[in-house]
């Protein structure tokens, strides 16, 4: 079983490019008023992806927006002590975004509130940025459909970017991730995001975002199913779909996450050489934190991908990766690559 990628992936960084978000947590109940605390975390789903390649021992670099002042100095400090490559990022612009969430809580509840109007990353505009510096000695760009849902001049530098990363032959993934709160400058998904993802070579998603975003039908009466095999026959068809639209990609991966009670059924598809690959299920009935676990999974298709793994394996590292995230408080995973090889259900 050969990787998706033929003839192996040239060896130079891996760049995630993103808005650097805190994440800041208040309680459910109002403690934090009285105790005078509020928990935060660094994060942002590219910078996820980023963290965890880092951990993973992969040579990780970070591209975002950030204003010159002393927070960032802190964070940046911070990332690169995590042997995350700072050096692309862009000093401009006045703030760092935000966005709050309550902890415990879902990033598609009602306990989130975005507080990232004129960050520093939203006010990005198409050539301000020196792009074959920042892409130099790169091999693998990353972003995600969140970026260009924060305004148009912020899509217009992602479609900037990818045809500098693709006139460089450099592979690049794309997150379907839809965050509805986001898409709020009059245009849908499907507006902006065909032209970003016909650079991707790899698409990651589900079968739901793909008809949100690139207009890729889900048979009406798959969500009512329940049924995994359905779900993954779904994932089968879907995946052709954007493998005949988007001729550049070479591989189309689906999550499915479904809450249970208090817990979460999950598995995964990868869809590559013409054939559907399918990941064990992780079931369980407790869940400390949900954030990142989507992120997460992404970085380990990357890691799979980039160490010339097999798909299968490829999926089930991804796949491990993406539910041992869901008992770890924060936004990005903290274990290691033997950890979430161990963690793999035989």
């Not at 306990?111 to 792009?131: C, E, F, H, M, T």
């Not at 997150?175 to 009059?186: S, V």
């Not at 992120?295 to 799979?304: N, Q, R, W």
């Amino acid at each position: 079983m050969s990787n998706a990628f033929e003839n192996g992936l040239p060896k130079g960084s891996i760049l995630s490019f993103g808005e650097l978000l805190l994440r800041i947590c208040p309680d459910a109940g109002g403690e934090w008023l009285a105790d005078n605390q509020l928990p935060f975390f660094v994060g942002g789903a590219e910078l996820n992806v980023a963290t965890a390649l880092a951990l993973w021992e992969l040579p990780s670099a970070y591209f975002t927006a950030l204003p010159d002042n002393a927070l960032s100095e802190q964070i940046l400090t911070y990332l690169q002590h995590k042997k995350i490559d700072t050096a692309p990022v862009f000093m401009h612009g006045d703030r760092i975004g935000l966005y709050y969430l309550t902890r415990g809580k879902d990033i598609k509840n009602n306990a989130l509130i975005y507080d990232r109007a004129n960050s520093a990353y939203a006010a990005l505009k198409p050539g301000q940025v020196n792009w074959d510096k920042v892409l130099e000695g790169v091999s693998w760009f990353h972003f995600s459909a969140i970026c260009p849902a924060i305004s148009q001049n912020v899509a217009d530098v992602c479609a900037e970017v990818l045809e500098a990363a693709s006139a460089r032959n450099i592979t690049i993934s794309v997150d379907l991730n839809y965050r509805a709160r986001l898409w709020q400058y009059g245009k849908n998904p499907i507006d902006i995001m065909p032209q970003l993802v016909k650079y991707a070579d790899l698409i990651m998603g589900n079968i739901w975002a793909a008809e949100k975003m690139l207009g890729i039908p889900v048979e009406p009466n798959v969500t009512e199913s329940g049924q995994k095999s359905i779900y993954l026959k779904e994932a089968l068809s879907s995946s052709e779909r954007i493998i005949g639209q988007y001729p550049k990609c070479k591989a189309v991966a689906n999550t499915f996450r479904f809450d249970a009670g208090a817990g979460i059924n999950y598995y995964t598809a990868l869809y590559t050489g013409d054939k559907l690959y399918n990941s064990r299920q992780y079931d369980t009935d407790k869940v400390l934190d949900k954030v990142g676990s989507g992120d997460c999974f992404m970085a380990g298709l990357i890691y799979g991908f980039y160490n010339d793994l097999d798909p299968q394996q490829t999926l089930e590292f991804a796949t491990s990766a993406a539910y041992q995230k869901l008992f770890i408080e924060g936004d990005a995973t903290t274990k290691t690559v033997k950890e979430i090889t161990n963690a793999i259900k035989s």
